[in-house]
């Protein structure tokens, strides 16, 4: 997988803006961060909650790995080069999902 096409799919849903976040790029909605990518654009950070971190751990161990920050983990690294393209669009819309206010997830839900 490409990093365009995770670009593509993340600036498609409502109110997401890609701006810098220190060396890495970042995909926000209304400011609040949900996935980052490293300068190298082989992996996407992606920021889930654990309910969705868990399974995707067990589910895709050859392409997800834990992501942390410190002793904590924070989210998965996705690795785009085996990644499967459905699953990063998953965890993509699931961490915005987390991120974005009640009344923007209300109105993808209608779409």
Known sequence: MKIAAVRE???G???VTEEPHF????FRVR???FVTVPPEETHVHVFVGEQHREPALE???GFIDKLTWG???VGLRVALATARPSVVAQLVRQAWESK???ALREK???R
Not at 23 to 26: E, F, K, L, W
Request: aromatic share 8%; net charge positive; hydrophobic share 35%.
């Open 9 to 11: 799919y993340a600036l």
């Open 108 to 110: 993808i839900s209608t």
């Open 31 to 33: 400011g609040k961060i």
């Open 23 to 26: 060396r890495h790029s970042s």
């Open 59 to 61: 589910m895709y161990p």
């Open 71 to 73: 002793a904590r983990v």
């Open 13 to 15: 849903l409502p109110d």
């Open 100 to 102: 974005a206010p009640k």
